[in-house]
């Protein structure tokens, strides 16, 4: 075995220690805390700690599937009554940008590249492919991006339990009445879900790999051409695996850097979660949305724990995925005009 497999093969060995850590101490959503919590640690330890984007990729496209068969025919008949939803979301995205710029360059002194792509609330990818062609700090941009998903992940499910929540520390709810899996139903989902997960990421789809497969298996299940019960060991790994990859995206400056980046991340985080909730607020009383699922709606975290804590929690999983999706496309429509705009501002001055 060589060296770099030895590193993957640690990375899921200590991913699936943290996770089973995580399911004793009974933390909310501990299979996808715990691998994230645990590698984010000791990769900075240990640099050899890594996870394939291969095994990455399969582990999203498992996740997203799965949560796909939460989405009834009820329930995505809901899909097209939100468009006031997403203006919201557009304007709260809009809000947090001007927002995190603002406390990124006039309070901490970044630069103005760093701030408005640290500052994004969602598209990593697309954001972190961008903000290469600036002058933005390349690293920083990662800390921010990848923290704050570390921060959304932790916390999120964290204060859902404090305030009397039942999160399941699996990250999933049982299926009411579970279907046999059958070798038809298997089968379609598999093709079906690694055909969009790759046609989504040819075309530049947003998180392509989780997004694509979640949007076919919803239709899938939601116009019953599957019906069967996707086994919870199958979403369960793709927590792991996606948790572990999660910790160990952390760039690995030197003890000072880290400490003020660590610093700086969470109040900007602190920052969105204040927006959050003042967005929440608004959409409760003007669109009776429950504040609950608004904070599912609006918070700014990752698409991936966002939608598995709104089905866990049955917080109306269909509108807090179209809104987690949203925002993600309307990030990576930001990013690119985004850099126009400070290519602009550098030719002015």
Same mark, same amino acid.
């Given at each position: 075995? $060589?060296?770099?497999?030895?590193?993957?093969?640690?990375?899921?060995? +200590?991913?699936?220690?943290?996770?089973?850590?995580?399911?004793?101490?009974?933390?909310?959503?501990?299979?996808?805390?715990?691998?994230?919590?645990?590698?984010?640690?000791?990769?900075?330890?240990?640099?050899?700690?890594?996870?394939?984007?291969?095994?990455?990729?399969?582990?999203?496209?498992?996740?997203?599937?799965?949560?796909?068969?939460?989405? $009834?025919?009820?329930?995505?008949? =809901?899909?097209?009554?939100? %468009?006031?939803?997403?203006?919201?979301?557009?304007?709260?995205?809009?809000?947090?940008?001007?927002?995190?710029?603002?406390?990124? =360059?006039?309070?901490?002194?970044?630069?103005?590249?760093?701030?408005?792509?640290?500052?994004?609330? %969602?598209?990593?990818?697309?954001?972190?492919?961008?903000?290469?062609?600036?002058?933005?700090?390349?690293?920083?941009?990662?800390?921010?991006?990848?923290?704050?998903?570390?921060?959304?992940?932790?916390?999120?499910?964290?204060?859902?339990?404090?305030?009397?929540?039942?999160?399941?520390?699996?990250?999933?709810?049982?299926?009411?009445?579970? &279907?046999?899996? =059958?070798?038809?139903?298997?089968?379609?989902?598999?093709?079906?879900?690694?055909?969009?997960? /790759? +046609?989504?990421?040819? @075309?530049?789809?947003?998180?392509?790999?989780?997004?694509?497969?979640?949007?076919?298996? &919803?239709?899938?299940?939601? $116009?019953?051409?599957?019906?069967?019960?996707?086994?919870?060991?199958?979403?369960?790994?793709?927590? /792991?695996?996606?948790?572990?990859?999660?910790?160990?995206?952390?760039?690995?400056?030197?003890?000072?850097?880290?400490?003020?980046?660590?610093?700086?991340?969470? #109040?900007?985080?602190?920052?969105?979660?204040?927006? =959050?909730?003042?967005?929440?607020? /608004?959409?409760?009383? +003007?669109?009776?949305?429950?504040?609950? /699922?608004? @904070?599912?709606?609006?918070?700014?975290?990752?698409?991936?724990?966002? @939608?598995?804590?709104?089905?866990?929690?049955?917080?109306?999983?269909?509108?807090?995925?179209?809104?987690?999706?949203?925002?993600?496309?309307?990030?990576?429509?930001? #990013?690119?005009?985004?850099?126009?705009?400070?290519?602009?501002?550098?030719?002015?001055?």
């Amino acid at each position: 075995m $060589t060296r770099r497999w030895q590193g993957e093969a640690a990375a899921y060995g +200590l991913a699936a220690a943290g996770a089973g850590l995580a399911l004793w101490l009974t933390l909310p959503l501990a299979l996808l805390i715990g691998p994230v919590v645990t590698l984010s640690i000791l990769s900075q330890r240990f640099p050899a700690l890594h996870v394939s984007p291969a095994v990455y990729g399969v582990g999203l496209m498992a996740i997203g599937a799965a949560l796909g068969q939460y989405f $009834t025919p009820e329930i995505v008949s =809901t899909w097209a009554t939100i %468009g006031t939803t997403l203006a919201f979301n557009a304007a709260m995205t809009l809000a947090g940008l001007t927002v995190g710029f603002v406390f990124l =360059t006039r309070v901490l002194g970044y630069n103005a590249a760093t701030a408005a792509f640290a500052g994004l609330p %969602g598209g990593i990818l697309t954001v972190l492919e961008v903000s290469k062609d600036s002058d933005a700090d390349l690293g920083a941009v990662l800390f921010f991006q990848v923290f704050r998903i570390i921060l959304g992940a932790t916390m999120m499910p964290l204060a859902y339990a404090l305030s009397g929540f039942d999160v399941p520390s699996m990250g999933v709810q049982a299926v009411a009445s579970p &279907a046999p899996v =059958t070798l038809h139903d298997a089968a379609i989902l598999i093709v079906a879900s690694v055909a969009a997960a /790759v +046609l989504g990421r040819r @075309i530049r789809f947003p998180s392509a790999e989780i997004s694509a497969p979640l949007l076919v298996s &919803a239709v899938l299940y939601g $116009t019953g051409v599957v019906q069967m019960t996707i086994p919870t060991w199958v979403p369960a790994l793709g927590f /792991v695996v996606v948790g572990a990859s999660i910790g160990t995206l952390l760039p690995r400056p030197g003890a000072r850097k880290l400490v003020r980046l660590v610093l700086h991340t969470a #109040a900007l985080f602190c920052l969105f979660v204040a927006l =959050t909730l003042g967005v929440a607020v /608004v959409a409760h009383r +003007l669109l009776g949305i429950p504040f609950p /699922v608004g @904070i599912l709606t609006f918070s700014p975290a990752s698409l991936t724990e966002m @939608i598995a804590l709104s089905v866990a929690l049955d917080l109306d999983p269909a509108m807090v995925a179209a809104n987690n999706m949203f925002r993600m496309i309307f990030c990576s429509l930001l #990013a690119p005009g985004l850099l126009v705009l400070l290519h602009r501002a550098a030719r002015t001055a």
